[in-house]
């Protein structure tokens, strides 16, 4: 197999393994709708405690 000097770094051991752990992940992890309104009350609470 000829692999590209620029994707060379895709191929190591390091990679790979890095690359099957977040395949996992995603497969373990599905996509799923953002509750915005959550998202906000989040936010509004940090800024309310990073302010105190």
């Known amino acids: ?3 590209p000097n ?4 895709l191929h190591t051991p390091q990679m790979k393994a890095k690359l099957a752990r ?3 992940w995603m497969r ?3 996509p799923r ?3 915005l309104a959550e998202m ?3 936010i509004e ?3 309310k ?3 105190i």
């Open 45 to 47: 609470r940090k800024d």
């Open 1 to 3: 197999m000829n692999i």
């Open 6 to 9: 620029k994707e060379r770094w």
């Open 33 to 35: 709708d953002t509750d």
């Open 22 to 24: 977040a395949d996992t």
């Open 40 to 42: 906000d009350r989040h």
């Open 49 to 51: 405690n990073d302010s």
């Open 28 to 30: 373990v992890n599905p």
